[in-house]
């Protein structure tokens, strides 16, 4: 028997960066053990040049990464999501469509590389900061025994993978 595959939804408001970068890392990371997502409540409707750019840098495919609603993902013959991550402080407060089969929830929020104003390098800076503090997080994530945690204690884990603080 082929073990299952977990799917996973970033949420953000304008799913142009961090959701996009989390998409990116769970698909590397999780090694076809997850299958991720992202999309947002008020989507900018394209991705982020600059994290398109950091990908790449990092060898991680980008073919497919679009900016997209929530809504896609609340539909009949949506993938079931088995977790639900909000990145951003403006998704997590915002109220979530149902989400069938009742995913796991958690919020691991990130500040916004996409507000930074500055140079292009002080730019790039925060988008690498995101990338760095969500790549943690995911691989904290990907390394946990989901298999032998009941449901109360992966809760607690995934609220304390979002309440780990840059190192």
């Not at 995101?130 to 884990?157: C, G, H, M």
Request: charged fraction near 20%; proline fraction near 7%; include cysteine.
């Amino acid at each position: 028997m082929s073990d299952p595959v977990f799917n996973a939804l970033f949420l953000c408001t304008g799913n142009s960066a961090r959701s996009i970068l989390a998409e990116a890392l769970l698909n590397q990371w999780g090694q076809g053990r997850f299958r991720a997502y992202s999309a947002g409540s008020h989507p900018a409707g394209k991705v982020n040049p600059l994290a398109l750019e950091l990908l790449q840098r990092h060898d991680f495919p980008t073919e497919g990464l679009r900016s997209k609603s929530w809504d896609e993902f609340a539909v009949p013959g949506a993938p079931k999501m088995d977790f639900v991550f909000t990145v951003c402080g403006n998704a997590a407060g915002e109220i979530c469509p149902v989400w069938p089969g009742q995913p796991m929830t958690a919020h691991w929020g990130v500040d916004d590389p996409a507000a930074m104003e500055g140079s292009e390098i002080e730019k790039m800076q925060a988008f690498r900061e995101a990338f760095r503090v969500l790549e943690n997080r995911i691989k904290i994530f990907v390394s946990l025994p989901l298999r032998s945690l009941d449901t109360i204690k992966l809760k607690q884990e995934l609220d304390r993978v979002g309440q780990l603080l840059p190192e």
